[in-house]
């Protein structure tokens, strides 16, 4: 059963895209946390992705998304608008197509676009509207995809992390880090909460404060930290040992 909240969100939008958009959407589905059954309300977006029975106009989306910005703002609707052919394909043979970002429809967009929203769906997706889908799944190329991420974006985020302290750098890098190499690590898509159970379980003690934290950080709880100063160094510390793992 979905939380109250998403399945508000959900029930609101087809009603807009049924009135907009008439035979746009065939099929809305839930990836992300959702799927993944690691959801906050409040903390987690909500990721979609519609497989669509003709080309949206971007009008229509920018309609759709603004009103519906209006009721619901206060957590995102991100996701993309596919075909039920580019699901059945390597997201990295489709082409850029309409996806929203932070309430922003963008025309021609890679939003999202990868194995990892494929596999999700293929491993849980949550359909809301639609018949089951035939997804396009490959694990040696997903987890070839996931160490050059590691090597590439996020070696770079946190040499860039280095001179950007806070709770977001804290919670996005420990638990974005950690969720990918706990995803190698199990061969499959993995959730943030259960990376963070899988970090305390295999890392030594030493790094156990700052996984808590990042966790605390999303799902609530007491401070581990009384020092910002202390908490960014181990922040910087534990994404360098993940980084090295």
Aim: glycine content about 8%; proline content about 7%.
């Amino acid at each position: 059963m979905l939380p109250p909240d998403v399945q508000k969100t959900c029930q609101d939008y087809l009603a807009l895209a049924d009135e907009h958009a008439p035979d746009l959407v065939r099929g809305l589905y839930l990836q992300g946390s959702v799927a993944l059954d690691d959801y906050r309300p409040g903390v987690s977006d909500i990721d979609f992705v519609v497989v669509t029975g003709r080309e949206p106009a971007p009008e229509e989306l920018r309609t759709i998304h603004g009103l519906l910005r209006e009721s619901h703002g206060e957590t995102c609707f991100d996701g993309l608008y596919v075909t039920a052919d580019d699901l059945r394909r390597d997201p990295q043979d489709t082409p850029p197509g309409p996806a929203v970002h932070e309430w922003k429809v963008e025309e021609r967009s890679r939003f999202e676009r990868n194995l990892v929203t494929w596999h999700v769906l293929a491993q849980g997706g949550v359909p809301v509207r639609g018949p089951e889908l035939d997804v396009h799944t490959d694990w040696p190329a997903l987890a070839e995809r996931t160490r050059a991420n590691l090597a590439g974006y996020w070696t770079n985020w946190r040499t860039a992390a280095a001179f950007t302290p806070g709770t977001r750098t804290t919670c996005w890098g420990v638990l974005g880090m950690t969720r990918l190499r706990h995803t190698l690590a199990a061969g499959r898509v993995t959730a943030k909460t259960e990376a963070a159970a899988f970090a305390l379980e295999t890392y030594d003690p030493r790094w156990h404060r700052i996984v808590k934290e990042a966790l605390r950080l999303r799902v609530g709880g007491e401070p581990e930290y009384r020092s910002p100063v202390h908490r960014h160094l181990d922040t910087l510390r534990y994404t360098a040992m993940v980084l090295e793992t």
